[in-house]
Antibody, heavy 122, light 105 residues
Framework: EVQLAESGGGSVQPGGSLRLSCVVS????????MNWVRQVPGKRPVWISH????????SYADSVRGRFTISRDNARSTLYLEMYSLRVEDTAVYYC???????????????WGQGVPVTVSS | SYEVTQPLSVSVALGETATITCGGN??????VHWYQQKPGQAPKLVIY???LRPSEIPERFSGSNSGNRATLTISSAQGADDADYFC????????FGGGTKLTVL
């Protein structure tokens, strides 16, 4: 069974930092692109970052570029998101999501974690 | 940036057919995917590449895409289908629609 489990969320003041982790199981992590998607409750999901299979390629949404860093440890089947200079508008539920390369399109997401809340507030 | 438009809400009687649209300029030229999201849960892929259905998704879910509109159709809607539905595509970046709340009456 494919499982993704995020952790590391919480409350932080503006300007602070957090590190999210996503531990996966049930599939060969190193074969899949991975993504972070965030969502304010009641709003649409917003993709924020992707990383390719070996970590050599990454991309970011404009809203987080230069402040967030995605990485992965294939030996530990773990995806990370380092978040710096956090802003109030970064408040959301953060999901890790697997790129569905098996469906012929890495830019759709076939499995998601349960999400972890991040609150940025003074 | 590419924009897609979804109706805020759709209502359907139990057992009837629900249609949820996703509008965009020449969206028929793009691969459109659909996700179902229930309260407190992560989005779940229900249709990918316009018309394809993951194996665990019931056959009553189907999709189409042509011209300026992609459509998610739920035949014989059930109470379990009551949820938010988001369309999503790639246009140089990942784009999600604003979501449609489906109410099964």
């Amino acid at each position: 069974e494919v499982q993704l489990a995020e952790s590391g969320g919480g409350s932080v003041q503006p300007g602070g930092s957090l590190r999210l982790s996503c531990v996966v199981s049930g599939f060969t992590f190193s074969r899949y692109w991975m993504n972070w998607v965030r969502q304010v409750p009641g709003k649409r999901p917003v993709w924020i970052s992707h990383i390719n299979t070996d970590g050599s390629g990454t991309s970011y949404a404009d809203s987080v570029r230069g402040r967030f860093t995605i990485s992965r440890d294939n030996a530990r089947s773990t995806l990370y998101l380092e978040m710096y200079s956090l802003r109030v508008e970064d408040t959301a539920v953060y999901y890790c999501a697997r790129g569905a390369g098996g469906y012929g399109d890495n830019w759709l997401f076939d499995y998601w974690g349960q999400g972890v809340p991040v609150t940025v507030s003074s | 940036s590419y924009e897609v438009t979804q109706p805020l809400s759709v209502s359907v009687a139990l057992g009837e057919t629900a249609t949820i649209t996703c509008g965009g300029n020449n969206i028929g030229r793009k691969n459109v995917h659909w996700y179902q999201q229930k309260p407190g849960q992560a989005p779940k892929l229900v249709i990918y590449r316009d018309t394809l259905r993951p194996s665990e998704i019931p056959e009553r879910f189907s999709g189409s895409n042509s011209g300026n509109r992609a459509t998610l159709t739920i035949s014989s809607a059930q109470g379990a289908d009551d949820a938010d539905y988001f369309c999503q595509l790639w246009d140089g970046t990942v784009v999600f629609g604003g979501g449609t709340k489906l109410t099964v009456l």
